[in-house]
């Protein structure tokens, strides 16, 4: 059984340091990788995915990496900024289709700091 | 334009009613999800479903049933409601790798179900 586990649960950070958010998982025979972020009282927003064949991805000031043998992938936010402060979710996708639906860990919860 | 979309933002109704929560997606996607977020904030999948097959996790009660009248409408139904039930609901559409898609899956903005 696939699990997802995010560490750290919470995380404050003053403005303008580069952070680094962890994600881990037990079966490594993932479809591929999503990073969202959901702000409070609201949906998720879709960051990056990354496909189980990719090592990593870029958009803007995040970066995302992937490793599969080892069962981890890390969200790599430069320069953070007080609009960064949400919760980061980490969700694997074990299939294509209809059975693609996503295990997700429990989130990061960030705070930066002005 | 809203991609993903659900109605009601927020439901409150009483133990034993039947409530309905729509969803709808204009992106042209194939494959529709409901996830139930607790009230610790943990997302896990209900149903997902395309025109091929519907996938539905077998934690979830038979009183949640999802209906998809077209392929841009994914609705979620609920009998006899419980106090368990009260979450946040969330519906997503993703479009599958091999129909030109990149899977990634979209989110409408969730509605906030409460069981009183």
């Known amino acids: 059984k696939q699990e997802v586990t995010q560490i750290p649960a919470a995380l404050s950070v003053p403005e303008g340091e580069n952070l680094v958010l962890n994600c881990s998982f037990t079966?490594?025979?993932?479809?591929?990788l999503q990073w969202f972020r959901q702000d409070p009282g609201k949906g998720l927003t879709s960051l990056l995915l990354?496909?189980?064949?990719?090592r990593e991805q870029t958009s803007g000031r995040l970066n995302a990496s992937l490793d599969k043998s080892s069962g981890r992938s890390t969200l790599y936010i430069a320069a953070s900024q007080p609009g960064d402060s949400a919760t980061y979710l980490c969700?694997?996708?074990?299939?294509?289709?209809?059975?693609?639906?996503?295990?997700f860990g429990k989130g990061t919860k960030l705070s930066v700091k002005p | 334009d809203t991609a993903v979309s659900q109605t009601p933002k927020y439901l409150v109704t009483q133990m034993g009613n039947d409530k309905s929560i729509k969803c709808e997606q204009n992106?042209?996607?194939?494959?529709m999800y409901w996830y139930k977020q607790d009230s610790k904030k943990f997302l896990k999948i209900m149903f997902s479903?395309?025109?091929?097959?519907?996938?539905i996790n077998e934690t979830v009660p038979n009183r949640f049933s999802p209906k998809s009248p077209d392929k841009a409408h994914l609705n979620l139904h609920i009998n006899s409601l419980e106090l368990g039930d009260s979450a946040v609901y969330f519906c997503?559409?993703?479009?599958?790798?091999?129909?030109?898609?990149?899977?990634?899956?979209?989110f409408g903005p969730g509605t906030r179900l409460l069981v009183l």
């Open positions: 479903y395309n025109n091929k097959e519907l996938i």
């Open positions: 079966d490594s025979a993932i479809y591929n």
């Open positions: 969700a694997v996708g074990l299939s294509t289709g209809s059975q693609g639906n996503l295990i």
């Open positions: 997503a559409s993703s479009q599958d790798r091999e129909t030109g898609g990149e899977e990634t899956q979209y």
């Open positions: 990354i496909q189980s064949s990719q």
């Open positions: 992106l042209g996607h194939d494959t």
